[in-house]
């Protein structure tokens, strides 16, 4: 696991740190540190209310909040397309983690279509941690980096 992977964890909910930290070494063992990548965990209320204002306002609707949550700008209405389905999301609760898997280059990548495989690794480790996976969610919500504690 890498500094930044730890350190992630170590900022989410008690019970989450124990299955996150699960999964990851599972992650370790199968594609190694250098084959995943944990793009996000705990979120702060500005990010979930940008995100969530993809695709439902104007562009420059959605770069204000974007602004004032600290992320990037998106260029091109082509990029203002819905990216959650909720304002409560558990990462606000410091409950769940989007791990992508890395191109050969080192990069995070969402496809999909070129990088099933992987994927499909990441959501056996989530599964084998305990975790709800994006992944096995409603077709036209799946979410496959998406991975959060199960409620009891």
Known sequence: MTGRTKKM???????AQFAFTRMCELLDERLGEEGYYVFEGLRKKEVQEAYYAQGRESLSQVNEKRVKAGLYLLRSEKQNYKITWTLSSK???GKAMDILPLTAEGNPT???????AQFEIIRDCGREAG??????????????PHYQLKEA
């Open 9 to 15: 964890i170590s900022e989410l909910d008690r019970r």
């Open 91 to 93: 990462h606000l609760e």
């Open 110 to 116: 969402w496809d999909l279509a070129h990088f099933r």
């Open 131 to 144: 975790l709800e996976c994006g992944a096995d969610w409603e077709t036209d919500k799946q979410d496959w």
